[in-house]
């Protein structure tokens, strides 16, 4: 019996143990739902006041009110003409003025991203190997272990590193161009129907190869666009430019009636992959790789029933004015005289910065009012108030966001958003697996991520996206969009991820191995 005693004061003593080291989750849901019930309260605030008042305003409304308003209404209207049609004149010039002055709504028709060929797979063995035997072993040995944690895979292409270095740079990197420009473009006339003479703008972001004529003139040729075409091509803007490519088009159709925009994001990487030693610069060989999008955009209030999204809000940060921050990424030459693109130490801690001064702009945009009086009350806490112990309240934007499209710059970059922003897995698949498909594609990248959402048939009527992208200078990008509709991925053409979706996601380790 005392053996009985002993062993059943063992097994609770464990029991408590165990409920002491385990994490209690009851109480967790419980908070969230808690949350998730005072953020629908002081949302709805204004409706559960307003009600109730308008329900006794109309209860204290007896027939003989009613009787007295329309009494007094039909006197003015018979005696006093003249003031009367005065108010009605210039309640009329003042809705007219209203109207005339509010921003014209832009939609997103349809966007296309390229896939190349096949041929030009490259995987990461071969990416190694090739820097090992143009450059040096030593250099290969760190493209191996920087490529087996970059989140890349072996099926991203890169035209540039088959022919390393290329013997004619400069028409590599224009056979590149033009491959990218014209298969999305094409691609994107096909899906939308649309006819290239009725675009009136074009934009152009490419940071590394700007020829002359310049690219957005390629397109002006190629498809023959019409003489009063206002064109612009961006350079040396890095992988956030797609974001400044959309809000310029955007400024652009509100000056512009009637009309498409035509945005093409895209990089050439043959003109980016470096040959000498400098391992800072070596980085762009691994994680750069060959992609484009084209965007048509349209300010035409009859493409509303065929778009697929609205553009709700752009918002650009730059902080070139910071020493640190303008060099963090540069383009340069090498003690040997080699050109290539340098990545400093200083880039995670401004790229974070840069975040938090954008998303200071960006949440009282889209935030709900529950989000913004929890971080508003911590701020005062902290600035005012001096208290030291209360932590900065970070927003939680699954509350303003159903999806996330962050730029590919690298794994750690994407690692670094899903701690700042407490994002999910789930949050953060598109973006992950964008890079282990396609690798860096630069300014596109964001559109690889919203097609893989569209793949996948998550886009619903009324979803929210968020496109948040980094680039040199150093800037920070936001743009946000809403679902004008459901996508059917079935009835989708030319979408880059359509004949492979099922095969993601994959699982991904800290560190994988080049296969054997």
């Known amino acids: 019996m005392a053996s009985q005693d002993q062993k059943s004061n063992t097994t609770n003593g464990d029991h408590d143990q165990k409920n002491q080291t385990q994490p209690d989750f009851r109480s967790s849901i419980r908070l969230k739902y808690v949350k998730l019930g005072c953020h629908y309260l002081i949302s709805n605030a204004m409706y559960l006041l307003t009600i109730p008042l308008l329900l006794a305003v109309a209860a204290n409304l007896s027939t003989s009110h009613v009787h007295r308003i329309l009494e007094t209404c039909n006197y003015h209207l018979r005696y006093n003409v003249l003031a009367v049609t005065a108010c009605t004149s210039l309640m009329a ?111 152009v972001n490419i940071s590394a190869f700007n020829p002359t004529p310049s690219l957005s003139s390629m397109i002006v040729n190629r498809y023959k666009l019409r003489g009063d075409v206002v064109s612009c091509n961006l350079g040396g803007m890095g992988c956030s430019a797609g974001i400044i490519s959309i809000d310029l088009a955007k400024r652009l159709l509100q000056v512009t009636p009637n009309t498409y925009a035509l945005v093409m994001s895209l990089e050439c990487v043959t003109a980016n992959y470096y040959t000498g030693k400098d391992r800072s610069k070596l980085l762009t060989n691994c994680l ?170 998550r886009i619903r009527k009324g979803d929210r996206v968020w496109q948040l992208a980094f680039g040199s200078g150093f800037k920070c990008n936001s743009g946000v969009w809403r679902a004008l509709r459901t996508v059917d991925p079935k009835k989708e053409m030319h979408n880059p991820w359509s004949d492979e979706i099922h095969q993601f996601p994959v699982s991904l380790l800290e560190t994988m191995p080049f296969p054997s």
């Open 93 to 203: 010039v003042l809705a007219t003025v209203y109207f005339m002055s509010r921003p014209r709504t832009v939609y997103l028709v349809d966007f296309s991203c390229y896939k190349p060929d096949s041929s030009l797979l490259s995987s990461r063995e071969a990416v190694s190997q090739k820097v090992s035997a143009i450059i040096n072993e030593a250099s290969g040995v760190f493209t191996k272990k920087v490529l087996e944690r970059s989140g890349l895979g072996d099926k991203t292409y890169a035209p540039g590193l088959q022919d390393f270095p290329p013997k004619r740079p400069f028409e590599s990197a224009k056979e590149e161009a033009e491959a990218i420009i014209y298969g999305a473009i094409d691609n994107l006339f096909e899906k939308t129907g649309v006819n290239p003479k009725d675009v009136g703008i074009v934009v």
């Open 288 to 457: 750069f790789r060959m992609g484009g999008a084209a965007i048509l955009l349209s300010n035409r209030s009859s493409d509303r029933r065929r778009s697929k999204y609205e553009l709700m809000h752009t918002v650009r940060t730059h902080k070139g004015a910071d020493d640190r921050a303008y060099r963090c990424v540069s383009q340069e030459e090498d003690a040997e005289g080699k050109l290539g693109i340098s990545l400093s130490r200083d880039l995670m801690p401004v790229a974070g910065e840069t975040l938090q001064a954008n998303i200071t702009t960006l949440g009282p945009l889209v935030l709900p009012a529950s989000e913004q009086i929890l971080f508003l009350a911590t701020l005062v806490a902290r600035k005012v108030l001096k208290m030291k112990k209360v932590r900065p309240y970070v927003p939680d934007f699954k509350m303003a966001f159903e999806h996330f499209c962050i730029h590919t710059g690298g794994r750690g970059v994407l690692d670094q958003m899903e701690k700042n922003l407490r994002l999910t897995e789930s949050d953060m698949e598109p973006s992950r697996m964008t890079l282990y498909r396609f690798g860096n594609t630069s300014s596109s990248s964001l559109w690889y991520e919203l097609a893989y959402a569209e793949a996948k048939g």
